[in-house]
Each structure stands twice: as structure tokens, then as C-alpha cells.
């Protein structure tokens, strides 16, 4: 049989090559790169490692230097200690020993001398502390004491500046006393012989169909118990017309009472211990 020719295109293979090839040039290219920034790093890397020991070995220098110059103080001290002991004779080093040691037994003497100056000072002021806080009670009540003291005078003065007229029952009197101070807006009642706050009795509601004070006065006077009291009324400069509007009320209940006329200007009631001193 004759072989059959092949037929269709042929393959080449030079592409591929080409290919190959450039890939292994782009490696090799990157590699050398690669080895030039490795060796680079190195370097740099052996400065810095040589500077480091250079820089430290500076420091322990300079603390040599400096070891040494108090060395070499230290040593010169001494020098002159020496010589100074060697020019000295014997008698002249024990005479400044004893000198020395005369110094430091007057030190320590005046020490014990503080020490025991401490201590003194130290329990006095403790005992001093005690006796404060012995006293610290009697002060106190000495303390109070005073300031009431001082609150009765104050009192007392103000009574005397008040020059306030003082009303009492006659003795033997059994009746309660009752002050009434009529004003012309207002009446004023309180009890005689005791201290309270008196009360202050006005007109209330409107002018026609309200309350005056005295109906007021008339209605707090129903609510006591007073068959056996006995009131004493003090008039105000324009106070005529409600007097006599009381004093009918007084005689229709048959209740004991006597007046008085007082200035406008007159203190009469205290507001809070009312008739009382």
C-alpha cells in the first residue's frame, strides 16, 4: 500500500518559543531586582547595627570620664588628708583629736537638752489639750447663760422704750378681765393677766351687705363664756359710734364692762403677748 500524503496546514512552533522566552527574561529580571533590594537592605541594615555599638560605646565613655574625674577628686582629697598628716606631728593629731571629741560630746549634750525640751513642751501642750476639753462643758453653759442674758435685757429694754400702760383685775375680783381696744376700722380683744395674741376683728365682705367689726365682735362674743367676765374698752380718737354700738350689745347680754379714752398714737396691745408685760 502507498502511504496517503498528509494534507492541511503545518503547526509552527515559534510562538511558543517566543513566549518561553520572554517569560524567562521578565523571571530573571525580577529576580535581579529582587537580589539588588536584598543586598541594598543588608547594608543599611550593617549601618544602623554599627552605629547602635558606636553610640553606646559613647555613653559607657563619657561615664568612664566621669568615673574617673570623682576618682581623681576623691583621690586628691585623700592626697591632701596625707599630707596634712604628715606635716602634722603626733602631739598636734592628738590635740585635734581631742578637740574633736570634745565637740562631738557638746553636740550630743546639747541634743539630749532639745530632746528633753521636746518632751516638756510635748506634755504640756497635752495637758493643755485636757484642761481645754474640761472646760469646753462650763463654757458652753457659760456661753448660753449669756446670750439668754443678753435676749432678757433686750427684752426688757424694748418693753421700756415701748412704755406700753399694763391693765389688770382688781384683787378679790373673780370675773375674767378682757381688753378691748376699739379703733375705727378694727377691734382689738384681748385677755387681761395672762399673755396671748389678741384678736383683731375687721369688717368683712362688701361695704352693704358685709360684716362690720362690730357684728364681728358680737359673733366672737357668742362663742365665749363670758356671764362672769368683765370687759374694760379703750376708745380711739373716732371710735365713738362703735363704742356705742358695743355697749348696747354689753347691756343687752348683761355683761360687766367699764371704758377708757387712749391717744391714736398710744401703744395699748403687744402683737404677740397681747395685754400682758
Known amino acids: 500500500m502507498s502511504r496517503r500524503g498528509r494534507s492541511g496546514p503545518t503547526i509552527s512552533l515559534f510562538s511558543f518559543q517566543d513566549i518561553i522566552t520572554s517569560v524567562m527574561a521578565i523571571v530573571t529580571v525580577i529576580t535581579l531586582l529582587l537580589a539588588l533590594d536584598l543586598v541594598q537592605r543588608k547594608e543599611s541594615r ?3 547595627s554599627s552605629a547602635a555599638p558606636s553610640a553606646e560605646l559613647k555613653t559607657r565613655l563619657n561615664h568612664a570620664e566621669m568615673e574617673l574625674s570623682q576618682l581623681q577628686q576623691i583621690a586628691n582629697r585623700t592626697n591632701n588628708l596625707v599630707r596634712g598628716v604628715a606635716e602634722s ?14 565637740t562631738i560630746a557638746e553636740l550630743e549634750r546639747q541634743k539630749a537638752r532639745l530632746d528633753q525640751q521636746d518632751k516638756l513642751w510635748q ?8 484642761e481645754q476639753f474640761d472646760l469646753d462643758p462650763s463654757r458652753t453653759e457659760r456661753e448660753t447663760l449669756e446670750r439668754t442674758i443678753a435676749a432678757l435685757e433686750q427684752e426688757r429694754r424694748a418693753e421700756q422704750a415701748e412704755n406700753r400702760p399694763v391693765f389688770a383685775m382688781p384683787r378679790g375680783m373673780q370675773k375674767d378681765g378682757w381688753l378691748v381696744l376699739i379703733e375705727p376700722e378694727r377691734i382689738s380683744v384681748a385677755p387681761l393677766g395672762r399673755s396671748a395674741k389678741p384678736v383683731v376683728l375687721t369688717a ?5 351687705v358685709g360684716s362690720t367689726a362690730v357684728q364681728n365682735f358680737e359673733i366672737w362674743l357668742d362663742k ?3 356671764a362672769s367676765s368683765y370687759f374694760f374698752l379703750l376708745l380711739r380718737p373716732g371710735a365713738s359710734e362703735s363704742f356705742h354700738e358695743i355697749s348696747k350689745v354689753f347691756d343687752s347680754k348683761k355683761i360687766s364692762y367699764g371704758f377708757d379714752v387712749v391717744g391714736s398714737d398710744q401703744s395699748i396691745m403687744d402683737p404677740e403677748r397681747g395685754a400682758a408685760l
Do not use: F, W, Y
Not at 89 to 102: D, F, G, H, M
Open 224 to 226: 365665749q363664756e363670758v
Open 46 to 48: 550593617g549601618g544602623d
Open 89 to 102: 606631728s603626733p602631739a598636734q593629731l592628738k590635740e585635734e583629736i581631742a578637740k574633736r571629741e570634745a
Open 204 to 208: 368683712t365682705g362688701l361695704p352693704l
Open 123 to 130: 506634755g504640756q501642750k497635752q495637758s493643755q489639750l485636757i
